[in-house]
């Protein structure tokens, strides 16, 4: 069964940057779609990007266009959420899900991933 484990979390200073994996185990992630997903105190987990497995088209929640960038590496079965230009308002507990169907248009939508991993908290304050 397909397992997902997050790492790379941290505190930062607003415009600083990090780098998040989610390294899968058991399967490989190459016919699944993958989601990150962010939950911050107080408020509902939310999409924040998703690549697909067919075509590896990407998408984004419109607040972090422009300053992350998901990526996969098949070969490490592993997928990653560049983040730059952090903002205060980016500190929540981040996850990485994966699907193996994903509906058109569903890439940033919580029930359409049915693996989840444990999280990983950012924290941007100075």
């Known amino acids: 069964q397909l397992q997902l484990a997050e790492s790379g979390g941290g505190l930062v200073q607003p415009g600083g940057s990090l780098r998040l994996s989610c390294a899968a185990s058991?399967?490989?992630?190459?016919?699944?779609?993958v989601g990150w997903f962010r939950q911050a105190p107080g408020k509902e987990r939310e999409g924040v990007s998703c690549?697909?497995?067919?075509?590896?088209?990407?998408d984004y929640t419109d607040s972090v266009k422009g300053r992350f960038t998901i990526s996969k590496d098949n070969a490490k079965n592993t997928v990653y959420l560049q983040m730059t230009s952090l903002k205060t308002e980016d500190t929540a507990v981040y996850y990485c899900?994966?699907?193996?169907?994903?509906?058109?248009?569903?890439?940033?939508?919580?029930?359409?991933?049915?693996?989840w991993g444990q999280g990983t908290q950012v924290t941007v304050s100075s």
């Open positions: 899900a994966a699907t193996g169907i994903l509906a058109v248009g569903a890439g940033l939508v919580e029930d359409a991933y049915n693996y």
């Open positions: 058991g399967e490989t992630l190459d016919y699944y779609a």
């Open positions: 690549i697909s497995s067919s075509d590896g088209s990407t």
